[in-house]
């Protein structure tokens, strides 16, 4: 039951990303390099490809609400920063509930700007590992903002700073590497330690935060013991 949670927030995430994307940019991907991007990612998320179809026709009807995209900041019980990121159609709700899930698990919302300096705004790309090396991509790609490369059982992973995202996007496709997925992330620059029992407390609410229906992610400064 879990994983197919799991799977379910997956495509719901994938569904709002489909409509933000539809909205900005149009709904052929041919055109659209974020909804190309998004599809991508629907595809390495096993999302049926009716799924990807159904959110695109949706997305351009007229009739269809935007979602805009709200970035939440606050601490943890035991001063670990967290970094919500929201995709909402109803941005008081999502304020209130954001904010109902710190106040009752010993966290505190924060004003904007309070943590994210904290975290490293990053980009990745995985791409067909296919008689690709990779030293060469390394080298290759460093002028385009690449600063890591490395190759795990799923393909070929390249890191860049966020605003470097579409230029990497453009590049590879133009010089027709085969993009099997690609995200963003905000990497803490400094992880904290806690003790196990605190390290329940703030996973309690981090979790409690991700099963909203308007959290795309969560991030935070904890390093995560088994």
Request: with cysteine; aromatic share 8%.
């Amino acid at each position: 039951m879990k994983r197919w949670s799991a799977m379910a927030k997956t495509f719901t995430r994938i569904g709002k990303d489909i409509v933000m994307s539809v909205k900005e940019g149009g709904s052929d991907p041919n055109n659209n390099s974020r909804l190309r991007a998004v599809i991508q990612n629907a595809k390495a998320a096993n999302m049926p490809k009716e799924n990807v179809e159904r959110a695109i026709k949706k997305a351009s009807d007229k009739n269809t609400g935007d979602f805009k995209e709200v970035l939440f900041e606050g601490y943890a019980p035991h001063g670990i920063a967290v970094l919500v990121e929201t995709a909402t159609d109803n941005n008081n709700r999502t304020v209130a509930n954001i904010r109902s899930y710190f106040n009752k698990l010993n966290g505190s919302l924060g004003t904007t700007g309070s943590v994210e300096f904290m975290f490293d705004h990053s980009c990745n790309f995985r791409i067909n590992p296919n008689d690709h090396e990779v030293d060469e991509i390394e080298l290759e790609f460093i002028d385009y903002g690449v600063e890591e490369v490395f190759k795990d059982e799923d393909g070929i992973v390249l890191y860049a700073p966020f605003e470097y995202y579409g230029i990497i996007q453009k590049e590879l496709e133009k010089r027709n590497f085969e993009i099997l997925s690609s995200d963003f992330e905000r990497i803490p620059q400094v992880i904290k330690r806690l003790s196990i029992d605190k390290q329940k407390e703030v996973l309690q609410l981090i979790e409690k935060i991700e099963d909203d229906e308007d959290v795309q992610n969560v991030y935070h400064s904890m390093e995560i013991k088994n």
